[in-house]
């Protein structure tokens, strides 16, 4: 039955106000639901070692909350009358009143032995579970009660949704362009809360308007429910681009750092696909959103194959989150194609969050499971070509056999190269494949099977060459780890950063190992170990593992301890096998699991006369171990008249900005070396930064006659604290 669009007045509230009223309620709790997003996450993060994994955990635990929330609207819409569903959702939005501030209960710590997934979804769940369930049943629930209401074009209702994503795409920007680097979490959270508190007074006037409107308007009729073909469409297509926005994130933020920003722009762009096409006039061409999608599925295509492309700089992370926005926008435009009418509205928005949170699913709790590396973002590249090309025609086998013949001519440069090795330069093989499965897979473009098998082809052969010598791979919640041998070397990576390398003729049993790269005798590290100092130390202290290679320069009668919060590290480091460093070295000195500021803060007697901070995991950037709090705590773990030393070698950040600023504050005498910048080192030896401080310059004495050594100044900026740090302010 269709409704009709004759209202009456609505006391206090005029027709022509009444879409008004609904679009800022259902905007104020978009923003509120998105802006909580990276709020708490920013909470928790420090709680469980600064990795990347919290953010894709974080988006499984809000998109399964998102489901129990779209269920929530469906059945109280469909079995509740207006009224009762107003009292209800007032009385769950004044429940989760109790829950603000947000903050982490009391007492809550880290627990190694634990899984960490669970200990992250938990924190969510008793931190933000209640104020972040009310917010997300808000969407559907609320345009439920706009097509009720009498107001304009209330039979078709999904323009809100536009307005909904508009709301979660200013609020997730604006949390780490303008919130954060103004105000600390804890003024941030006070706002958050404000505005929560503000939102009932609009959910009270919209359910209001949604009861006077339904007192003159007919129920409507039932409706027949989807078929399951159309259900599973609906969660294939929701279900693709949640899995690339969290692979993409996971593999920009291992790399670049785990912060606000890196967690909102994919996001942000997976919202904005909404906005752009969830309209009967979507801003952008079906036929444009068409090619865009062979470019997108072309570039991460060739960026998950991993061919030359393990190196993340700036200009691929562009093109990454690039490539994901031409996926899920017509990914989004072909759900919106498939919407129901207003009758399943509810229904369309469980399934959409059921697929979504089926990604979250996926790439946080089966693949790291299942795959020692990230191939679910292999996997969802290869749906995606095979989705996304289809035209609605039955897949026949003459498809599948294009797709293969197009796969192996797109290769053919790379089965050159096997044949004959160095022949061809890798980057012109790489050049030619590129051109070849762009053209090969525009060829394709209309036939769904034959683009799935040319791009997984592609993804997978290249994956396996990019495998080369590698003789341990895994992954944990905290990275991947690739032990690989090349040129002599044996090198240990996490994510695209080296962290050891030890030479393959130091192997032999009874051979101490050489450290190398930034642990080379003659680097900054090196110097101050090897020091008059270093050598009379009596206690080391190591915060970050690697393979060790510090371990090396470890005197008789010395005391050592590392702290390491990644299990597998030191798994890889104490086996013989893959690396000698402490077997030879060190083997008796103990690794403290955990969270090394936890830790530390538990181990009240530890005192060390050199205490390293060596926990920058690829060039991430572990901000709560950066603070001036941390500081204060690494000061009293020293030894009267000990040296702190960072090791803060960075493609991205100048990390020395606010440690110089808390060590002013904090009244330490600190000193900085760029080890090897324009110098010509030889193999094995790198450039590093290195910053030492001690609580007078007499005891940096030994270095300051070494001119290498330069005074650390303050820059003058906001000191960096466990309630504020800005990572955007000291990027390059």
């Known amino acids: ?343 399943n509205l509810t229904i369309f928005y469980v399934t959409m969050s059921v697929g979504g949170a089926l990604g979250g699913l996926f790439n946080s709790i089966i693949a790291p499971a299942l795959f020692n590396d990230l191939l679910e973002a292999r996997i969802a590249v290869i749906l995606a070509a095979a989705l996304f090309f289809v035209k609605g025609a039955v897949p026949q086998p003459k498809d599948g056999f294009k797709g293969l013949i197009l796969g192996l001519v797109t290769l053919a440069p790379m089965f050159f190269a096997a044949m004959r090795p160095g022949v061809l330069p890798l980057e012109m093989l790489v050049g030619m494949t590129a051109a070849l499965f762009l053209v090969t897979l525009t060829l394709v473009r209309s036939t769904g099977l034959s683009a799935m098998i040319l791009t997984g082809m592609v993804v997978i052969f290249g994956a396996h060459i990019a495998e080369g010598n590698a003789i341990f791979r895994d992954r944990s919640f905290f990275g991947t780890h690739r032990v690989a041998d090349e040129g002599g070397l044996r090198l240990y990576a996490n994510g695209t950063t080296v962290h050891g390398a030890q030479r393959l003729a130091d192997f032999t049993e009874g051979t101490r190992p050489t450290p190398l790269y930034y642990y080379h005798p003659e680097g900054p590290m090196a110097q101050v170990m090897t020091s008059d100092f270093g050598q009379a130390a009596q206690s080391i202290g190591i915060v970050g593992l690697g393979v060790g290679s510090l371990a090396c320069y470890a005197q008789p009668g010395q005391s050592w301890a590392f702290y390491e919060i990644d299990a597998m590290v030191d798994r890889v480091a104490r086996d013989p096998s893959l690396f000698t460093f402490m077997s030879e070295c060190a083997g008796n000195a103990p690794t403290y699991l955990g969270d090394a500021r936890i830790v530390l803060e538990g181990q009240a007697e530890a005192r060390y006369d050199v205490l390293v901070i060596d926990a920058y995991s690829s060039d991430a950037v572990p901000v709560h171990l950066t603070t001036i709090e941390a500081l204060e705590l690494y000061r009293e773990r020293l030894n009267p008249g000990g040296i702190l030393m960072f090791h803060i070698s960075n493609r991205y950040y100048e990390i020395e900005r606010p440690l110089s600023r808390s060590a002013e504050a904090l009244g330490l005498a600190a000193r900085i070396q760029n080890y090897g910048q324009h110098m010509d080192l030889e193999e094995g030896n790198s450039p590093s930064l290195v910053v030492v401080m001690a609580e007078d310059d007499a005891t940096l004495a030994g270095l300051a006659e070494d001119d290498r050594w330069e005074v650390l100044t303050s820059d003058g900026g906001r000191i960096w604290t466990d309630d504020f740090a800005d990572l955007l302010s000291i990027m390059h």
């Not at 509120?32 to 919290?54: D, E």
């Not at 909102?264 to 865009?292: E, H, K, S």
Request: hydrophobic share 55%.
């Open 1 to 343: 039955m269709t409704m009709t669009t004759d209202a009456r007045p609505i006391p206090g509230i005029g027709p022509k106000l009444v879409p008004i009223l609904f679009t800022a309620t259902i905007f104020l709790s978009a923003s509120l639901l998105f802006f909580v997003q990276p709020l708490f996450t920013k909470i928790v993060l420090p709680h469980i070692g600064g990795a990347p994994a919290v953010w894709t955990t974080a988006m499984l635990f809000f998109q399964t909350i998102l489901i129990a929330g779209y269920a929530y609207a469906h059945f109280s819409t469909r079995y509740l009358p207006v009224k009762g569903q107003m009292a209800l959702h007032l009385a769950l939005w004044a429940v989760a009143l109790f829950f603000l501030p947000l903050s982490i209960r009391a007492g809550w710590t880290y627990d190694p032995e634990q899984s960490t997934v669970l200990q992250t979804l938990g924190l969510f769940a008793f931190g933000v579970g209640v104020p972040f369930a009310v917010l997300s049943a808000n969407a559907p629930l609320i345009q439920s009660w706009y097509a009720r209401s009498g107001g304009p074009n209330a039979e078709d209702p999904y323009f809100l949704y536009g307005a909904s994503n508009l709301g979660s795409l200013i609020a997730l920007l604006a949390f780490p362009l303008a919130a954060e680097p103004l105000f600390g979490a804890t003024m941030i959270g006070w706002g958050w809360a404000a505005g929560f508190v503000a939102l009932g007074l609009f959910l009270l006037l919209s359910g209001l308007a949604a009861r006077d409107g339904a007192a003159i308007r007919p129920a409507p009729a039932k409706v027949a429910l989807p078929k399951v073909n159309q259900i599973g469409k609906w969660l294939l297509l929701a279900f693709i681009p949640s899995s690339l926005m969290l692979s993409v994130t996971t593999k920009i933020s291992t790399d670049i750092g785990s912060f606000p920003l890196v967690w909102v722009i994919p996001l942000a762009l997976y919202l904005l696909t909404f906005v752009l096409v969830f309209t009967n006039r979507p801003w952008i061409p079906r036929g444009v959103q068409t090619w865009l999608l062979i470019a997108g599925v072309f570039i991460l295509g060739m960026a998950m194959s991993e061919l030359p492309l393990s190196m993340l700089t700036i200009a691929m992370t562009v093109a990454l989150v690039v490539a994901f926005f031409f996926i899920a926008l017509k990914s989004h435009q072909m759900l919106y194609d498939a919407r129901p009418d207003h009758g």
